[in-house]
């Protein structure tokens, strides 16, 4: 079943709340919140489809909460619908103009606010497939690159501004082009396909990340974690390969699919941008290689 919207609805006059949460609460889950400082207060921990706020509000106003909301990389995508007893081309003007995808002027019609209403969630909702759609690999059905770089980025900064430790796994699967001399690109793309589900099975057993980093290769983040947490999550992503039991008869190392795992732990001291995490995985990994291990680990 599709999910039902969640819109909330802004606004210091209770009467007004209860018209909208009349008006659309048959269609739709409503919160409601009395003032901006609130619905920022509620939206830093709850998610929302779209937020229908009042202009002039004691405190903080309409115009005050939509430019907080366009500022924060969590509610910039929300769509906003303005309504206000103003009637001015000024105010319309300045809300569009500041992000509002909307604005209704009160006394509204019901049947006007429902309208709109569904025309911007399903605005919302073909954005939010085409932004999902290019940030999925087209083949695993996993994140892709782009979506791996955004959520590495995020943790970085937030491992160097909270003291959090984090760790990213590179996994390489071992000889995979003479597996695909041998056996053929279709089967290679369906052994990827394969690797990239047992990777995700494990890295969601630990609130980890993963996503496939290039042709062959594949990167989990986790946060929070320990070197030994780490180490372990990658023993079980080789366990998990391991028992797909796909024959690979030209591999020198080992008679079924294999992979080799290098891995950096990012400790409260850190420091670097992602790109230097992504080199220090790297190594990791070139080490991995060349010294026929499972799993390489660097401590930073």
């Keep these: 079943m599709p999910k039902i919207a ?6 210091d006059d209770p009467l007004n709340r209860v018209v909208l949460d009349n008006t659309l609460s048959e269609d739709y889950q409503i919160s409601q ?28 106003s309409g115009y005050d909460l939509l430019e907080k909301l366009k500022t924060q990389q969590h509610t910039y995508a929300i769509p906003v619908i303005i309504i206000s007893a103003s009637n001015s081309y000024n105010d319309e003007a300045k ?13 509204f019609s019901p049947l006007i606010v429902k309208a709109r209403v569904k025309n911007h969630l399903a605005i919302k909702q073909k954005n939010d497939l085409l932004e999902k759609l290019a940030s999925i690999d087209g083949l695993t059905e996993i994140p892709n690159r782009r979506l791996l770089d955004e959520t590495l980025a995020r943790n970085c900064q937030m491992c160097a501004e ?10 390489d699967i071992d000889y995979f082009k003479e597996f695909n001399e041998f056996y053929g690109y279709s089967a290679g793309d369906e052994c990827l ?4 589900r047992a990777l995700e099975h494990v890295t969601i057993e630990h609130l980890g990340f993963v996503a496939r980093y290039d042709g062959v290769r594949f990167a989990a983040i986790l ?3 320990t070197s030994d947490s780490a180490e372990k999550v990658a023993s079980q992503m080789h366990d998990a390969v391991d028992s797909l039991l796909i024959t690979h ?3 020198p190392i080992c008679a079924h699919l294999s992979i080799s795992i290098g891995i950096v732990h990012i400790t409260t001291n850190f420091n670097d941008n992602e790109q230097q995490v992504f080199k ?18 660097i401590n930073r």
Excluded: N, W
């Design 223 to 225: 946060t929070e974690s």
């Design 33 to 60: 919140c009395e003032s901006a400082e609130q619905a920022l207060a509620f939206l830093s921990s709850h998610e929302v489809d779209l937020i229908i706020s009042d202009i002039r509000m004691p405190g903080m």
């Design 280 to 297: 220090l995985a790297d190594s990791a990994l070139q080490q991995a290689h060349q010294h026929q291990e499972r799993i390489v680990l």
């Design 193 to 196: 396909v394969k690797v990239a």
């Design 162 to 171: 909270y003291e959090k430790t984090l760790s990213l796994l590179l996994i």
């Design 249 to 251: 008869s030209t591999s």
């Design 6 to 11: 969640r819109i909330l609805i802004v606004d």
């Design 95 to 107: 809300g569009l103009q500041m992000g509002a995808m909307d604005y209704i002027t009160k006394p």
